[in-house]
């Protein structure tokens, strides 16, 4: 089993759901990036999700585009993400990785050069947005053959033929947007998505997280009621924009307490 297969194992042993947050390498500083996540995980964090920089992340609210914009003013490019990922692993052989971005790095470096190089690193699933699962088998039979899990999106708009191809093809887990538009946006409905959560898992054993729309402790406790795993994407960003660079980690790891605890009171 995959890294990301073994924790969500071990998680729904212990009846406890998986907390993902979401950073973007670079942000707000490539020196802060490694500690950053370390500091994710001492305070809660399940695995990671750990954003690939770049100019135009169509799927990305204003809190991420300026994240994206804050990593590239310091020139982090894929390579050097895959270099951070590394780092990490010196000190942390455990807890997953998955990179998220767009396909537009990926091209540029190659796939078969992304996915030994993302092994190597110890990347241990890969969600490329604007891959779709129809024209991406080479992608995942690439990934899967190291043993990287690929990771789809699937959103409100989804038709179900649709969702039977992603899940036919994913693996680690699925990630449920949980209202149309883009991160970061409100108006989650708690029971439209426990509704899409619930077809979804009709259609399949793989474990489901839910992002997109989880803003604080309440949101994240009734998502967790729902979902196998809590996504939380933008407000972590936001909590990274607000800092300074004295106090970013403590602040980072203060929300994640928060988050943490409200998921584990289910």
Do not use: W
């Not at 994710?40 to 964090?45: I, R």
């Not at 992304?114 to 699962?133: H, I, N, S, W």
Request: aromatic share 4%; net charge negative.
């Amino acid at each position: 089993m995959s890294r990301i297969q073994t924790t969500f194992a071990e998680l729904k042993r212990q009846n406890k759901k998986a907390l993902i947050p979401y950073i973007t390498a670079g942000d707000p500083h490539p020196k802060h990036t490694v500690n950053l996540l370390h500091t994710l995980v001492e305070s809660g964090a399940d695995m990671i999700e750990l954003g690939v920089p770049f100019s135009d992340p169509m799927a990305d609210g204003p809190v991420i585009q300026r994240a994206s914009e804050r990593a590239l003013a310091h020139h982090v490019s894929l390579s050097k993400v895959l270099e951070m990922v590394k780092e990490f692993r010196q000190t942390d052989a455990s807890t997953p990785i998955v990179l998220m971005g767009y396909a537009n790095p990926v091209e540029a470096m190659g796939m078969e050069k992304f996915v030994q190089r993302a092994k190597e690193a110890g990347v241990d699933g890969v969600l490329t947005v604007d891959y779709p699962p129809e024209e991406c088998k080479e992608f995942v039979a690439l990934l899967q053959s190291q043993e990287i899990d690929p990771i789809f999106l699937l959103s409100p708009t989804t038709e179900p033929a649709r969702v039977d191809i992603i899940v036919n093809q994913a693996s680690g887990f699925v990630y449920y947007v949980s209202l149309k538009g883009v991160t970061g946006a409100k108006n989650l409905d708690i029971v439209e998505v426990a509704a899409r959560v619930k077809d979804i898992r009709d259609k399949t054993d793989i474990p489901i997280g839910v992002g997109f729309g989880v803003r604080d402790a309440a949101t994240a406790k009734a998502v967790a009621e729902i979902a196998d795993a809590v996504v939380v994407g933008s407000r972590m960003v936001q909590a990274i924009e607000q800092s300074t660079e004295a106090n970013v980690a403590t602040n980072v790891a203060a929300l994640m307490t928060e988050l943490r605890s409200a998921i584990d009171s289910n």
